[in-house]
């Protein structure tokens, strides 16, 4: 009997030869670079350092593209949005000690938000290693211990033959339901010596699928197919594993309206009758949802931001898919299906029943009108335009990223994503400084679109010096500044919390922001919010980046969890 674990591909002559006469002047960093190709790498981010230039020098003998950014926070988060807008890992080159550690937000957010990043970082030689205080530039006593709380797998290599599975087993990591980032790490001098290891080609690092139990999903296509008022909660677990149609085809055959959480923006579509949009920040979309007496939970651990800041309370049965097993059942009971949530969606398709209800389009309508009264008695009039000219000026298929900013906390709850897996924010970790660098990495990954970046000032600051990035390779981002003189929202929270802000901590010094960007060779324009829409769509048709700031005071609405 012949079993597929005993079949092995046999090289090729060409194969052959080519491995007994490797091509000269290749070092540790050239079997870093080669298994990113086999594994079907095109782009990497990073920024070098001494430590780590034996990858950076490779990369001269490689096909691979390089995108360097300014800091390596900043490469980290274009890294996880190249991976949130390709599906495919993102390497992310990164030196020794503070090189390594600074990329420590990026990949908490990576990790938050499920985004593929791979992580390759160099280490002290291998005599510094094991702890000991040898005085090394760089040097941690327990580099891999900085990585392990945030990353989703750790890999240590320790002499060149080891490269390529690591790094390979890394790349699987990265790509398994859930995906994530992962930390690889090189000794300087494993990746500067000379090697006379063969060029490496193909690797298979293809993840295993996370397939859902069939008892599982039989008993919770009965439970929805007999419930009396079905709700559905759509995550970011939906867009990761490109599941939109599928969830779409299951709430019309149950008739089950559908909410889509902040990471789940463009799962579900906006206008249809069922679609209660993404207010979950509102009690009477939870109330809603507490009403449910079978609530499907797809590919959401139903956290802090998905539940209305853990006040919402269901009182009906709860069917969670997950994905990640840790979120399962980690904030309410539940029938817990741990899979991929389109293999589990389309488990369910298979086997619900149809279940014909003519009132709910009718229950939607009520909730979205009591939401927009409630909003409507708050003189939030300018906040809903500045938000509607952003939809106005963007084309339907072109990404956008949000910074942790006031515009992008409306844009959770009341923009209109229009196409899954098109609107990103940094609510995972919630870090500020995503949205500009981010953009830039979804520009290097479909150069097809224009990208829009939405920051306040606050934010900007932490990105200025990647203007440079952009200018450098051209990339087609737009970038709109509202400026409000500080760190708006902390504005408002000290404000609501405390009855004052504390000035020293939220108001701002800051540049000229148009004459800054104009100074990298960035067109810049002043806008208001009449002529918002107007300059938006300008700088967005015009290819290559652009800056677009709007001197606004914008508020929240009221919060109902409190």
Do not use: C
């Amino acid at each position: 009997m012949t079993h597929d674990h005993d079949l092995v591909l046999r090289p090729t002559a060409a194969q052959t030869a080519a491995a007994l006469n490797p091509p000269p002047g290749r070092n540790g960093g050239d079997l870093v670079v080669e298994t990113l190709a086999g594994l079907g790498a095109s782009t990497v981010f990073g920024l070098p350092g001494q430590h780590a230039l034996g990858m950076f020098d490779a990369l001269r003998r490689s096909s691979l593209r390089y995108v360097g950014l300014r800091m390596e926070n900043n490469a980290g988060f274009a890294a996880d949005a190249y991976g949130r807008i390709t599906g495919e890992a993102a390497p992310l080159l990164l030196s020794t000690g503070p090189g390594a550690l600074m990329s420590l937000a990026a990949l908490q957010e990576a990790a938050a938000a499920s985004a593929p990043v791979v992580a390759i970082g160099s280490q002290v030689p291998v005599a510094g290693l094991g702890g000991g205080r040898h005085g090394y530039l760089h040097e941690l006593r327990d580099q891999q211990a900085s990585f392990r709380d945030v990353v989703k797998s750790v890999h240590a290599v320790r002499t060149q033959s080891q490269i390529p599975s690591a790094v390979a087993a890394a790349w699987e990591s990265a790509l398994t339901a859930p995906h994530g980032p992962v930390w690889v790490e090189i000794p300087q001098d494993v990746l500067l010596a000379p090697t006379s290891l063969p060029v490496v080609t193909a690797m298979d690092a293809t993840p295993d699928e996370v397939v859902p139990r069939p008892e599982l999903t039989a008993v919770a296509a009965d439970l929805l197919a007999k419930a009396a008022r079905p709700a559905i909660i759509a995550g970011g677990g939906v867009v990761r594993s490109d599941a939109s149609g599928k969830l779409l085809a299951l709430a019309e055959r149950i008739n089950a309206p559908v909410v889509t959480t902040f990471g789940g923006k463009g799962a579900f579509p906006w206008k249809h009758p069922l679609s209660l949009q993404s207010w979950l920040e509102d009690r009477h979309t939870t109330d809603f949802l507490e009403d449910a007496d079978v609530l499907l939970v797809v590919g959401s651990g139903l956290g802090e931001l998905s539940s209305n800041y853990h006040t919402f309370a269901p009182r009906g049965r709860v069917i969670q898919i997950e994905a990640d097993a840790g979120k399962l059942e980690s904030n309410h009971p539940a029938l817990g299906i741990h899979a991929d949530a389109r293999l589990a969606l389309q488990a369910l398709l298979e086997t619900v029943d149809e279940r014909p209800d003519d009132t709910a389009p009718e229950r939607v309508r009520t909730v979205l009108a009591k939401v927009a009264d409630r909003i409507a008695a708050q003189d939030l009039g300018l906040e809903q335009r500045v938000v509607a000219a952003v939809r106005e000026a963007l084309p339907n298929r072109a990404p956008s990223f949000w910074d942790m900013t006031i515009l992008a906390y409306w844009a959770w709850s009341a923009f209109d994503a229009r196409h899954p897996n098109t609107m990103h924010s940094a609510q995972g970790a919630g870090g500020l400084g995503y949205a500009f660098p981010a953009a830039l990495g979804a520009a290097a990954a479909d150069p097809g679109h224009p990208v829009l970046a939405v920051s306040g000032d606050g934010g900007a600051m932490y990105s200025i010096a990647e203007l440079a990035t952009a200018k450098q390779y051209e990339l087609d981002v737009t970038w709109l500044i509202v400026d409000d003189g500080g760190y708006g929202i902390l504005r408002e929270y000290m404000t609501d919390a405390f009855g004052e802000p504390t000035p020293t901590a939220t108001e701002l010094a800051r540049p000229d922001f148009v004459a800054l960007a104009e100074s990298f060779g960035v067109p810049a324009a002043l806008t208001t919010p009449d002529t918002l829409a107007k300059d938006l769509s300008a700088a967005l048709a015009t290819p290559g980046p652009s800056v677009v700031v709007l001197p606004a005071l914008l508020r929240m609405f009221e919060p109902t969890h409190l």
